[in-house]
């Protein structure tokens, strides 16, 4: 199966700075790779994907990069805001496969 | 948008009860998922349903089982609730065709076993 490991598990910065969530993945088989932020009391909610056809996709102030040699990819957050807070997954998938595989979380903690 | 509805956010039972979760979604979406969240272990699947009535063990199926006899409607049943089964349950589902789809999550129900 697939084995995706995230880092780190919490991550403090303040306000305006950036952050950078970086998730490794095993299967060489996936080849879609979504993350999403969860806010205390809510479930996740999708703020980015990328494919694995696409190095590097923007959002505003967030961006996703994928290296699919080395089998990693890094959610990047510039210009953070107290909203930002909250907890990051990564996740990633097989193609024709409906599991997606769950990183084990970060949480992103922006000082005003 | 996408809403994935779980009928209860807070859930106190006792050890010994047989417990059901129930989630709707309105997007006539094929794929249901049951995870369970604990701190530290991210998200962990239990059960996942690819069409009506058929399931499929994820990676923590024991304890749990699933009914979906309804496109929209996928319930998890706790056959007898243990305190060990006290978590966050989140619900999700996807589209069954493309690869490059998401899943959506609902707020999920938050259980505690006593």
């Known amino acids: 199966g697939e084995n995706v490991e995230q880092h780190p598990s919490t991550l403090s910065v303040q306000e305006g700075d950036s952050a950078v969530i970086k998730c490794t993945y095993s299967?060489?088989?996936?080849?879609?790779f979504p993350w999403y932020k969860q806010e205390l009391g809510k479930g996740p909610q999708l703020i980015i994907d990328?494919?694995?056809?696409?190095g590097e996709k923007k959002d505003q102030r967030i961006a996703v990069t994928l290296n699919k040699t080395a089998k990693h990819f890094s959610l990047h957050i510039t210009e953070t805001q107290p909203e930002d807070s909250a907890v990051y997954f990564c996740?990633?998938?097989?193609?024709?496969?409906?599991?997606?595989?769950f990183g084990s979380g970060t949480k992103l903690n922006v000082k005003p | 948008d996408v809403k994935v509805t779980q009928s209860s956010r807070y859930l106190v039972k006792r050890t010994g009860e047989k417990v059901f979760l129930e989630c709707v979604q309105d997007?006539?979406?094929?794929?249901m998922f049951w995870y369970r969240q604990d701190p530290g272990l991210g998200l962990r699947l239990i059960y996942f349903?690819?069409?009506?009535?058929?399931?499929e063990k994820g990676d923590i199926p024991e304890g749990y089982s699933v009914s979906r006899e309804k496109k929209e409607r996928f319930s998890l049943i706790l056959e007898s609730a243990s305190t060990n089964q006290t978590s966050m349950y989140l619900c999700?589902?996807?589209?069954?065709?493309?690869?490059?789809?998401?899943?959506?999550f609902g707020d999920g129900t938050r259980l505690s076993i006593l």
């Open positions: 990328i494919r694995s056809n696409v």
């Open positions: 299967d060489s088989a996936s080849n879609y």
């Open positions: 996740a990633a998938r097989k193609y024709n496969f409906n599991k997606f595989y």
């Open positions: 349903s690819y069409d009506v009535k058929m399931k």
């Open positions: 997007m006539d979406h094929e794929n």
């Open positions: 999700a589902s996807s589209p069954g065709r493309g690869p490059h789809q998401p899943q959506h």
